[in-house]
């Protein structure tokens, strides 16, 4: 089946939003013969009946609106790619360093709503929490954020938000079949086979902070990866399992791809932090992106 693009998906969900063909196409900026062409050939696409057009305006058929919902899916995560594609290749002089995980599920939702309070625009770069604090204390960005448990005394950090680390593995793993009253203990995760992230990562680095608070020296037999999709597909094959940021894989979790493993004894939950140079001049843009990050961005925007 041929893929829809995404202008005709944006076109659909402004035909729900506003209630008619005419009021989408201005809202997308395209003349209403174009609109009504787009939307056929949307059908088409799908082999579905999107619209009554019988009725007074355009009216979602009941397989237009699930289109509809799922649509407004693929349209928010391509305003996230291109919010997220445009910061990474800025060369302007906002410079953010960002850990994966953040900067995979939270930080394209941060830039865009950072830009509807300001003009300035931001360069970003993705690496682990260990080569974040590297670039801030190198005067190589101007703000960090990270995932990792310390933060080295020379920085500054603010607490932004917290995450839960999951425990899971792959449908029918032997852990999948245990007794609900059975949760898998800090000892035992210690000496499970996982599949982890690279040294210096900030899940990886959690993972050991929480497992020491646990009173568990020791490190886990585990196979580093470099990356959380990585991390993901090996467990996804069977064999080992993972700790991995809930919002890593909420995805999995909803189709069944991965199944979470209870834990009790060990408390895996972390915080994600800005961090930034004691010594550095405060900026606006800076101060502003903090308060996005923290849910506390005040005031209307620009």
Same mark, same amino acid.
């Given at each position: 089946?041929?893929?829809?693009?995404?202008?005709?998906?944006?076109?659909?969900?402004?035909?729900?939003?506003?209630?008619?063909?005419?009021?989408?196409?201005?809202?997308?900026?395209?003349?209403?013969?174009?609109?009504?062409?787009?939307?056929?050939?949307?059908?088409?696409?799908?082999?579905?009946?999107?619209?009554?057009?019988?009725?007074?305006?355009?009216?979602?058929?009941?397989?237009?609106?699930?289109?509809?919902?799922?649509?407004?899916?693929?349209?928010?995560?391509?305003?996230?790619?291109?919010?997220?594609?445009?910061?990474?290749?800025?060369?302007?002089?906002?410079?953010?360093?960002?850990?994966?995980?953040?900067?995979?599920?939270?930080?394209?939702?941060?830039?865009?709503?950072?830009?509807?309070?300001?003009?300035?625009?931001?360069?970003?770069?993705?690496?682990?929490?260990?080569?974040?604090?590297?670039? #801030?204390?190198?005067?190589?960005? %101007?703000?960090?954020?990270? =995932?990792? @448990? +310390?933060?080295?005394? /020379? *920085?500054?950090s603010r607490t932004v938000r917290t995450d839960r680390m999951l425990l899971v593995a792959a449908p029918g793993d032997r852990l999948t079949r245990r007794r609900e009253d059975r949760p898998v203990g800090a000892a035992e995760l210690a000496d499970l086979p996982l599949v982890t992230r690279e040294p210096g990562a900030g899940t990886r680095d959690?993972?050991?902070?929480?497992?020491?608070?646990?009173?568990?020296?020791?490190?886990?037999?585990?196979?580093?990866?470099?990356?959380?999709?990585?991390?993901?597909?090996?467990?996804?094959?069977?064999?080992?399992?993972?700790?991995?940021?809930?919002?890593? #894989?909420?995805?999995?979790?909803? %189709?069944?791809?991965?199944? =979470?493993? @209870? +834990?009790?004894?060990? /408390? *895996?939950?972390?915080?994600?932090?800005?961090?930034?140079?004691?010594?550095?001049?405060?900026?606006?843009?800076?101060?502003?992106?903090?308060?996005?990050?923290?849910?506390?961005?005040?005031?209307?925007?620009?």
């Amino acid at each position: 089946m041929e893929m829809p693009s995404v202008e005709s998906l944006r076109l659909l969900v402004a035909v729900a939003d506003l209630g008619s063909i005419s009021a989408a196409a201005r809202e997308c900026a395209i003349s209403q013969p174009s609109a009504s062409s787009r939307l056929r050939h949307l059908e088409r696409q799908l082999r579905l009946d999107l619209l009554d057009r019988r009725t007074r305006g355009a009216e979602l058929t009941p397989e237009g609106a699930a289109v509809t919902e799922w649509a407004r899916t693929v349209v928010a995560a391509m305003a996230a790619l291109q919010t997220g594609a445009e910061a990474l290749r800025s060369d302007h002089t906002v410079r953010i360093a960002c850990s994966q995980t953040i900067a995979e599920y939270l930080m394209p939702a941060w830039l865009a709503r950072l830009r509807e309070r300001t003009d300035e625009p931001v360069h970003l770069t993705v690496g682990n929490s260990a080569a974040v604090i590297a670039d #801030v204390r190198g005067h190589i960005a %101007d703000l960090g954020f990270i =995932e990792g @448990p +310390t933060v080295p005394d /020379d *920085l500054a950090s603010r607490t932004v938000r917290t995450d839960r680390m999951l425990l899971v593995a792959a449908p029918g793993d032997r852990l999948t079949r245990r007794r609900e009253d059975r949760p898998v203990g800090a000892a035992e995760l210690a000496d499970l086979p996982l599949v982890t992230r690279e040294p210096g990562a900030g899940t990886r680095d959690a993972l050991g902070a929480a497992l020491r608070r646990a009173g568990i020296q020791r490190e886990p037999d585990s196979i580093a990866l470099g990356t959380n999709a990585a991390v993901k597909i090996m467990v996804a094959a069977g064999g080992r399992a993972a700790v991995l940021s809930e919002l890593a #894989v909420a995805a999995e979790l909803r %189709d069944g791809r991965l199944v =979470e493993i @209870p +834990t009790e004894g060990i /408390d *895996l939950h972390r915080r994600l932090r800005a961090v930034r140079r004691k010594d550095a001049a405060p900026r606006a843009v800076v101060e502003t992106l903090m308060a996005v990050a923290s849910g506390r961005a005040a005031g209307p925007p620009r």
